[in-house]
C-alpha cells in the first residue's frame, strides 16, 4: 500500500495467514489469520484499502487493512466500468 508504506504477503503451514510488513524496515506489523488451508492467491482492491485472500480452504477473505487517511487521501476521479466484480469491490 502506497499510503501506509506496507507490504502484504501470504503464506501456509502453518497459520495460512496473511503478513502485513513495514517497508522499508520489513518489521512484521501484523498477522490476519483466518484461512483453514494454504492461502493461493492475492488480490489488491483499486483503492488500495482492501485485500481479497483466495485458499486452498474454498473460500475468499476480504481483509479491509489498509484504511485510507482522510487527511492525506487525494481526490481521485470516478472510475466508470461495466464489470460486476469491480462494482461490488468498493
Known amino acids: 500500500n502506497k499510503e501506509h508504506r506496507e507490504i502484504i504477503s501470504s503464506h501456509g503451514f ?3 495467514q496473511l503478513s502485513i510488513w513495514s517497508y ?3 518489521k512484521k506489523v501484523a498477522d490476519l ?3 483453514t ?3 493461493l492467491a492475492m488480490a ?3 483503492d488500495g484499502t482492501t485485500v481479497i485472500s483466495a485458499a486452498g480452504d474454498e ?6 487493512c489498509f484504511a485510507s ?3 492525506s487521501k487525494k481526490k481521485k ?3 466508470v466500468s461495466n464489470s460486476r466484480l469491480s462494482a461490488s469491490i468498493r
Open 44 to 46: 489488491m482492491s483499486p
Open 69 to 71: 487517511d482522510g487527511a
Open 33 to 35: 489469520t483466518g484461512h
Open 37 to 39: 488451508e494454504r492461502v
Open 77 to 79: 476521479k470516478e472510475i
Open 59 to 64: 473460500t475468499l477473505r476480504f481483509w479491509k
Open 14 to 16: 502453518s497459520k495460512n
Open 24 to 26: 522499508p524496515t520489513m
